[in-house]
């Protein structure tokens, strides 16, 4: 990455084979992961869906300054230089399992947690299922998997089964440049940086087989329909097992963006009256209009007004079920990539948050 080279930072590229016959390429930030003996100053890093451990190459070495000793950032299998799974097919469950399996291959017990998006989602997974070796988790625009309406599982199960393998004609980028610019460009998510899309391009893309060129490495099956989600239950059933303290952090320009008009804060008080009055009203609306037929939860631009009413409503309940262990952070600006946009403002949060809330004198640290 381009960073790296510029800070000066102990750096080491290490490939990592795990349960289940796979290999996980990690970048370590600091030092020898091996040699950290205080379970709080170690970290793993988790990057978002389609993104790769460059997602962290500018946080990283400010969170060494905040009292991390060792960051461990992981591309998830089919991501960026890790092995593509030989089956094809990819779900969340099997990201916390290989999570997991790379800190038993660092020899980790006990550890810290870092996640963006997709990331945050299996760092809270991970949380819940083991509290007993996370000390402490931030989840960046992440608060819960995006979950899958049950009236519409056999639907969307039938459509992933119907998905023909993915992956015979890949295009071809000329330069790391014009790769960079594909993925600076703005989505429904925001757009990044130059300077941030090539920190990512540069581990997420591999020379063509012809030599024309260069392709993603990611796995084409990573866009393939998931075979099963998570529905709203589970996923609140995970937030609420979550025993460590956590650092939420949000942007106002990030994934919800359209959840929070009239310029009211994200996850305040204020919004959290607003997002109830409007729950009511889309209830007593869609039974005018529908009867009794189920909601569906969306916040795509395909969904209708109620289907996002509904959606923003169980980001409510489900801030509510980690108020007891959570800390929420709300930037201005940032998009859904804060960490790359924003990394000094990002890192100065965690610094603040790991002095008070997540403070080491109030872990459950236990000695190798």
């Known amino acids: 990455g ?57 946080l990283a070495p400010l969170l060494l300054k905040k009292g991390a000793k060792s960051i461990a950032c992981i591309d998830l299998a089919g ?85 023909k393998p993915r992956g015979g004609n890949m295009q071809i980028y000329p330069s790391l440049e014009e790769c960079a610019l594909r993925r600076s460009a703005t989505t429904s998510l925001g757009s990044l940086s130059k300077e941030a899309a090539m920190t990512m391009v540069e581990r997420g893309t591999r020379k063509s087989d012809c030599d024309l060129g260069y392709i993603w490495s990611s796995d084409p099956n990573l866009l393939a329909p998931s075979r099963h989600r998570v529905d709203e239950i589970v996923a609140r059933s995970i937030l609420s097992h979550i025993e460590c303290p956590q650092l939420i952090v949000v942007c106002r320009d990030g994934i919800w963006k359209d959840a929070a008009p009239f310029g009211l804060r994200l996850f305040s008080i204020p919004w959290g009256f607003m997002v109830c009055a409007a729950n009511l009203a889309a209830r007593i609306a869609h039974v005018f209009t529908r009867g009794l037929t189920p909601i569906s939860a969306e916040i795509s631009k395909e969904a209708g007004v109620i289907g996002k009413i509904r959606f923003v409503y169980m ?54």
Request: glycine share 8%; net charge neutral.
């Open 79 to 163: 991501h960026g230089q890790s092995d593509w799974r030989s089956t094809g097919t990819y779900h969340v469950v099997d990201n916390v399992a290989d999570v997991l399996y790379t800190a038993d291959a660092l020899e980790w017990k006990q550890f810290c947690l870092i996640g963006h998006s997709l990331g945050g989602c299996i760092s809270q997974t991970i949380a819940a299922a083991m509290p007993d070796r996370v000390l402490r988790l931030v989840a960046i625009e992440a608060i819960g998997f995006w979950a899958q309406d049950s009236h519409t599982f056999v639907k969307n199960f039938r459509r992933s089964l119907l998905d």
């Open 315 to 368: 980001m409510l309940f489900r801030r509510w079920l980690v108020c007891r262990t959570t800390k929420f952070v709300h930037l201005e600006q940032g998009g859904h990539h804060p960490q790359l946009m924003r990394p000094e403002q990002v890192a100065e949060c965690i610094g603040e948050w790991l002095e008070t809330d997540g403070a080491e004198n109030k872990l459950k640290v236990k000695t190798d």
């Open 2 to 58: 381009l960073w790296p080279k510029m800070l000066g930072h102990i750096l080491k590229e290490r490939r990592l084979a795990i349960r289940g016959g796979i290999q996980i390429a990690v970048r370590i930030w600091g030092e020898d992961p091996k040699k950290i003996t205080n379970p709080a100053e170690r970290w793993i890093a988790v990057h978002g869906w389609l993104d790769n451990a460059g997602s962290f190459d500018f």
